[in-house]
């Protein structure tokens, strides 16, 4: 840095001046022509705010529990598929210029979706937002495709979360039914488990145990009866033995009319019993009371016969028969009584020691049935819930899109970026000038002063004098001058003229110089 001679570089400027000034005049100039002649694109842009649901979270929950960013992935793939795009393409009759001809639909397509921006910002004026942008060369049409975009988004949000919701309601509707079919099964089999097995169920154990003790108490009762009725029945044998050793000659026995058919009394005694219990057209009092009557027959028959062969029994003696016989029949009545308690007792002992069984049998099913029936009110409850979010959704009174700002005609194109091409040729023009000066430069083996001169030739320069020029060469160089000068200056007018189109536009430039002509 400390060799740095900047007036070097001046001398250098200085004497290729030219070759500085045309090609930045040239390549600004150039870059002006670019920036005139391009086609210019214009960008509409609308602002979408997603609205939160109106109804409070705590009344209602949300079926749709996507974010924003995957839910607009999902509705940026519908808006912007071939069909709806081939749609605002012939609405708009985007693509129809000459040049445009050539090509096919599936392009402009391509084209189209291109040139659609969309831009989520979070935190945006009170909560979530995304931006639609679309460029044209039509600064209208670029508007209305875009408010279209907008438009597009929204209805299909709209149609995304009321298909969800109804999509929800439905799967739970037929997820609940086929619950429901699966709790009624079994409840069905708990209705039929339990009539199969009435009286061994759990919750009849302490009843069966209660009964069970006293059918043992019964039965006790029951033997001890039974010991009684026999130890009488002996007694009385023993009396009518006695009886009958004392008056051997008046032992009268009764005709013996057979097991099938037993004494008069012991009959009497038995139809009693079943006239007590049944009608008279019951087969058991119908067969006694012809048993009966045949008894009574043989025995009118017998006693004629026998009337004046056997003496007649006393008194006392008929009447020990008579108790015997009574006896006898409490005996069997008690016996009958002793195996009906048994059976009673065995088919109730029989429950208690197969309740654990049951039990845990029910367990099973019990616990099969309340996990239905859990899942089944959960369900219900969901099922509820995804019918109120349908109505929400209906109603419009879930998440939204909104449009808070809809997209407006744009007055300034975003293509060509005019700033941008008059800074790079500004910077390439002085760039390639001053390369091309310092390529001359570098390239002329003159000598430019006396000492470089006389450090190149090594040899001492005692004197040094300037060109001299006559008359007619001075007003010659001065003629050329003026003429470069002026084409300099007329390079940077148009180049100045150049810049102020393509900052402010034809129009407005037009417009500028008009007013001012009307002031002068």
Not at 196 to 208: A, D, S, V
Request: aromatic content about 6%; proline content about 3%.
């Amino acid at each position: 840095m400390e060799n740095f001679d900047i007036t070097k570089y001046l001398d250098m400027a200085l004497r290729r001046k030219w070759w500085i000034i045309m090609p930045f005049l040239l390549t600004v100039l150039a870059g002006l022509t670019y920036a005139l002649i391009t086609p210019k694109i214009y960008e509409a842009q609308t602002l979408i705010l997603v609205q939160a649901q109106k109804v409070p979270k705590d009344y209602v929950r949300e079926i749709v529990s996507s974010n924003v960013e995957d839910r607009l992935r999902t509705i940026t793939q519908q808006v912007t598929s071939r069909t709806n795009l081939e749609k605002i393409i012939q609405e708009f009759k985007l693509y129809t210029d000459p040049g445009d001809s050539n090509i096919i639909l599936e392009e402009k397509v391509e084209l189209f979706r291109e040139r659609i921006i969309i831009d989520i910002a979070r935190g945006g004026r009170g909560g979530n937002a995304f931006a639609i942008s679309f460029s044209d060369r039509d600064p209208k049409k670029a508007m209305d495709v875009t408010n279209t975009l907008a438009s597009n988004f929204i209805s299909e949000n709209l149609k995304i979360r009321e298909s969800q919701a109804l999509g929800t309601s439905g799967f739970l509707a037929d997820e609940l039914e086929s619950v429901k079919r699966r709790l009624m099964e079994k409840e069905d089999k708990l209705k039929i488990y339990r009539e199969k097995f009435m009286g061994g169920l759990p919750e009849q154990l302490q009843t069966n145990l209660s009964i069970l003790e006293r059918l043992q108490a019964q039965l006790d009762q029951l033997h001890s009866n039974l010991r009684d009725a026999e130890n009488r029945k002996i007694i009385i044998q023993q009396r009518i033995a006695e009886a009958e050793q004392s008056r051997p000659s008046a032992r009268v026995s009764l005709p013996d009319q057979g097991e099938e058919a037993g004494d008069l009394s012991s009959l009497k005694n038995q139809l009693a019993v079943l006239e007590a219990k049944y009608t008279q057209k019951h087969p058991d009092v119908i067969r006694l009371k012809k048993m009966i009557d045949k008894l009574k027959d043989k025995a009118t028959e017998v006693d004629s016969n026998s009337e004046e062969e056997q003496p007649a029994l006393t008194a006392a003696g008929q009447a020990l028969k008579l108790q015997i016989r009574d006896i006898e029949l409490e005996l069997r009545s008690l016996r009958a009584e002793l195996k009906k308690v048994n059976s009673q007792v065995k088919w109730y002992q029989a429950k208690v020691e197969e309740t654990p069984k049951r039990e845990q049998e029910l367990l099973s099913l019990r616990r099969d049935y309340e996990n239905l029936k859990e899942l089944y009110n959960s369900l219900l409850n969901r099922k509820l819930e995804a019918e109120i979010a349908v109505s929400m959704e209906k109603k419009q009174k879930g998440e939204q899109f909104r449009v808070i700002d809809p997209a407006k005609i744009p007055i300034r194109p975003v293509k060509p970026d005019v700033n941008k091409i008059v800074l790079l040729t500004l910077v390439l023009g002085l760039a390639l000038g001053s390369g091309l000066a310092y390529l001359k430069e570098y390239t002329d083996t003159s000598y430019k002063t006396p000492d470089e001169a006389e450090k190149e030739l090594d040899i001492p320069i005692l004197i040094s004098m300037p060109i001299r020029y006559t008359d007619r060469e001075l007003r010659i160089i001065k003629r050329k001058q003026i003429m470069a000068y002026a084409s300099v200056g007329m390079g940077f007018v148009l180049s100045a003229i150049g810049i102020v189109l393509a900052v402010k536009g034809v129009d407005a430039t037009i417009n500028y110089i008009k007013s001012i002509f009307d002031n002068i």
